[in-house]
């Protein structure tokens, strides 16, 4: 696959190597440099920045702390979490980073797929609390789909490395047999379930988990898949780690999702099985 293509951007395609289309499937994840340029990034970033500034009004949940509760006050959000921005900003639709995003995922995993959702996460400056919790994509999102294939693409807005809390995997648990167990972060009557008070759910780590850490420069993309434990520190360092990012699903997962009223909005009201609820039993 792709042994005619040079590797990179070219017009809205960005091209895999057939090395790492292998490592994705082998490890999880992989990384790729140069993925949108500086001049793509000065008219994606701008719009980026009226969601993390607070200025985009009426998202309800789908604008909070992703590493904390709902009601958190906006002046003490460390890591800013905007839901489906393309919905509340339509010029979102169809940039050059849908375009490339898009055409990895089909490199990844074919070409009937659909965008499910979108996420802009900034983690502000010396915010140690910025974590967000281990977990695996899939047990967010309801049971019962026709497949769970899913490529998430994460584009760096900021270089990001340790200090400022990238992203960080467990290369190869996307392959274990079950998901592990997931529980609400915040829970004040402890019942498994409870998604009330946070969006946020975590998992445990094993003792015999080996943690990459993934650090990237502004403009390359990250690529995960939607079983890989994965999560990131909080930032201990005085610069933004800003970060976009686009998920595709098979366009059979997506239809079904929006059939049951999914559509990864926080103002969803839950009515669906989740993957929670089934290893809960
Ligand atoms: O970038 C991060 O810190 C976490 C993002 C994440 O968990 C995801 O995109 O699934």
Same mark, same amino acid.
């Given at each position: ?24 499937? /082998?490890?999880?994840?992989? !990384? ?5 340029? @500086?001049? &793509? $990034?000065?008219?994606?970033? =701008? ?116 200090? /400022?809390?990238?992203?960080? !995997? ?5 392959? @274990?047999? &079950? $998901?592990?167990?997931?529980? =609400? ?97």
């Amino acid at each position: 696959m792709n042994e005619s293509k040079t590797p990179g951007i070219d017009g809205d395609n960005y091209w895999l190597t057939p090395e790492q289309i292998e490592n994705y499937h /082998n490890d999880g994840y992989i !990384v790729l440099d140069e993925v949108i340029t @500086e001049d &793509e $990034l000065a008219v994606i970033e =701008p719009l980026y920045q009226e969601f993390i500034d607070g200025k985009v009004p009426d998202m309800g949940r789908d604008f909070c702390d992703m590493s904390g509760p709902y009601d958190r006050a906006f002046e003490d959000f460390q890591l800013v979490n905007a839901v489906l921005p393309r919905k509340y900003r339509t010029e979102l639709v169809g940039n050059v980073f849908e375009k490339r995003a898009e055409s990895i995922a089909r490199q990844l995993i074919g070409d009937e797929i659909a965008l499910d959702y979108d996420q802009f996460l900034a983690k502000r400056p010396n915010k140690g609390g910025a974590k967000f919790a281990w977990h695996q994509d899939l047990g967010y999102w309801p049971t019962g789909t026709p497949d769970t294939i899913t490529t998430t693409c994460s584009l760096a807005l900021d270089d990001a490395d340790e200090a /400022n809390g990238c992203l960080q !995997v467990v290369p190869g648990s996307h392959l @274990e047999p &079950e $998901l592990r167990p997931h529980r =609400p972060m915040l829970s004040s009557s402890g019942d498994v379930g409870d998604r009330e008070e946070s969006h946020v759910l975590t998992a445990d780590l094993t003792e015999d988990d080996d943690v990459v850490l993934l650090p990237v420069k502004r403009g390359s993309v990250s690529v995960h898949n939607e079983k890989i434990v994965h999560g990131s520190g909080g930032n201990q360092s005085d610069r933004w780690r800003r970060t976009y990012i686009i998920a595709h699903r098979s366009k059979q997962t997506v239809e079904h999702e929006r059939s049951i009223g999914f559509t990864h909005s926080h103002n969803d009201k839950i009515q669906w099985t989740t993957h929670l609820d089934s290893l809960k039993r």
